[in-house]
């Protein structure tokens, strides 16, 4: 039977592929309207999930059919009266929050005049079946032949941005997932914004909508979250099982810096890729051939920005159509040819690589071995991921090979006119290499010239974007990034080594450093990113870098945090885009660790202050950029309303999460925990709630919290930063010393709670430390001590949060 089911589809396969897949492609975006599938409908009612849409009354047209298949509609509510709604009820307090930031509502109900239906899943058939099985929807072809006038070109355009993902769907005809559904409303009190039931996502709704601000576009994430189904686990989502492996890289930089790629990976087929494997790939890359198996395979690449939006990440999908069906379990060999030009030239011989982390093809980032070999002009130097195995001069070229000794998520590279030192200390080497010059923009007598601010479309998906400032004011003196070369080398050495310490062995044995032109950096596998300001004297940086906090970002943190992503992103990891805060607040912490150690406390507690100030500073609306949403919102916190958000509140309330976590356990647990954490998850994905029950096993005895779930909800799950005040007074004598004590928070709404340590000092002995659970408005509290004591204080060591 399967055999026979085998050779219908191997029957009914190369009909479709003779035309070839952007031929399909085109025929589905260009279907058009189908003026004798219009009807006028009234109380025609559908849900996918958690999602019901209510077409009251109004006209409904089918789009033409492709290969028998219909994939669009268009609803207009174009009638005396007519009318249209959409009703949503987010499953949690998180999401109907998320909801509430962008709405004012945390439930949807929102009546629609016009909306665009992309799909391919049964939508048409149960809404022709609905339509036929009751009189009073009536056939409207004359209205049809309008509305198909009208419609069109909007329905055309929404349909190329999922044209991939309609390819897709269409060639593996439904089998083995359900399609997606997609919906363009234009809402008569929200305007136009997006649904998207997926069912092959890891959360299968999505609301949001597209907004443009400062030239920016983002996707507006109202609220996302698992379908009804999938919560109750009737269904269950397809596992992240990409399982691609073995990349070897052949890589030429012409003298142009244009790149020209063969990369060739092991691939173990899913069900899903039998007739189209979807990978990812930078906008600035052609893929222009593809084999599988050393058989030719059909390249399908086109642009989707709508599409990619939603999805997160910024790289573009593209489609590889093998020539017959992919088995599932069974490995392939994929080789692909590509080019681009993903290096720049910033002037005076310094390049900047864009797309660092998505100049090859990638399904999302997976522990893989790479060997890559970079034929380049020999006047160049060029540092990658990994160990030179061969490195020769072959006439202008030179060749240059690198093997990863372990299994990395993603591989980089940097090229320059490069100076170089070299550091080994307890079997490990730091390479640090300089740019002989400065880009042209630190240059002196050069105008203000904005500095290349770190490009959000180079991100690969799940792939940590970099840390950076916000714009420097240039002014420029005379600088020499070879200046401080040697301290450089040194300065990452011991943080390697002080890591290295406390987390164990970084996951490989050189760490490379190169400059990058920019305010930013970025820590790949055995490579970091550092902005070429780091690498200059203080005095010799641009005027607004001189001083705090930027001083201290490029002196200290900067090379800190993205050398500690060795471990937190490149050992352990995380899936999903609700835990990936805890790589950025460990890197950052980590970082803070170092200067803690490098500048005394002082220095820790200023950087923590300074993250508070930017937590605190007030947005357009008049809130708190704390307010945007909980750290575990991630990237979702990047949006038009509050740009800054995502920043902020990953790095600086991650930085302040893990603080508060260290003063609850003491410093030699809090260092366990993080070695523990390594080791229990290295080369793992790790989630947020494993990281709460690591904690737990490190907290001190008799802690009040002890399952720290307060503190989860509190920081990690709902967002607020309290003012806390203490009242007390002290009565009795010795032994039996009465403390009363009022402890009174505001500021952070009715819901907010958190534990607060209270420090009982007296003049001859050790303090005693008295944990006290706020709540808005004035909690009592009362204590019994033997002494009287010198002094009452709340929080003397900035455990807690608060204004
Ligand atoms: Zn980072």
Known sequence: MKRLLWLLALLLVPALWAAGVAGLARRIVQAGLDPEECYRVRELNFAKEDLRFYLTDGHLIFSKPVEGVRTAAVFTADVEGGDAEVLLFPPNRSERLSLANYTDSPNMSEH?????????????????????????????????????????????????????RLVGDFLSGGRPQPGFFFAALAGLKLGNFDLLYDSRADEQITVGQVAVKEGRTYFDIWTRFPARSFRTRTREAPGLDLAVSNYRVDAIVEPDLRLRVKTAVRL??????????????????????????????????????????????????????????????????????????????????????????????????????????????KDLNLVATGQVVDDVVEGHWRVTRRRAEGRVRV????????????????????????????????EPKTQRVLLMPSPRSLTAAGQRRPLEVLTVPIEPARPDPTARLERLAAEVAAGLEFMTARFGPPPLRTLTVSPIPGTFGQGFPGLLYLSTIAYLEPEERPAGARNEPYETFFSEILSAHETAHQWWGNVVTTAAYQDEWLMEALANYSALLLLEKRKGTRALEAALAQYKTQLLAKTEGGRVTDSAGPIVWGLRLESSQVPAAWRTIVYGKGSWIMHMLRRQMGDERFLAMLGEFRRRYQYRAVTTEQFRRLAVQFLPPRFPDPQLEAFFEQWVYSSGIPSLRLNYSVRGKPPAVRISGTLTQRDAGPEFSAWVPIEVQYAKARPIVHWVRSSDGAVPFNLTVRQAPSKVVLDPASSVLRR
């Open 268 to 377: 173990v087929a899913t069900p899903e890729d039998r007739r189209a494997v979807t990978f990812y790939i930078s906008r600035q890359m052609k893929v222009t051939e593809a084999l599988i198996d050393g058989e030719p395979a059909e390249v399908f690449q086109p642009e989707s920005l709508r599409a990619n939006l939603i999805r997160g990440g910024s790289n573009d999908a593209f489609l590889v159509v093998p020539p017959r069906e992919l088995v599932p379990g069974r490995a392939y060999e994929l080789e692909f040819r590509h080019e681009g030009a993903v290096v720049s030239d910033a002037g005076n011989g310094v390049y900047y690589v864009g797309s660092r982390g998505s100049w090859y093809p990638s399904r999302g980032l997976q522990f893989s071995r790479y060997d890559l070999t970079f034929r380049y002009p």
């Open 112 to 164: 629609f005049k016009s909306a665009v239906f992309i799909f391919t899943d049964d939508t048409f058939i149960r809404l022709s079946e609905d339509i036929r099985a009751r009189e009073w929807h009536r056939k409207s072809p004359e209205q049809g032949v309008l509305l198909a006038q009208t419609w069109e070109p909007v329905l055309r355009n929404m349909a190329s941005s999922y044209q991939i």
């Open 411 to 442: 591989a980089g590279f940097n090229l320059g006119d490069y100076e170089h030192r070299a550091v080994t200390r307890g079997g490990y080497t730091v390479e640090v290499y300089a740019n002989r010059r400065v880009e042209r923009a630190l």
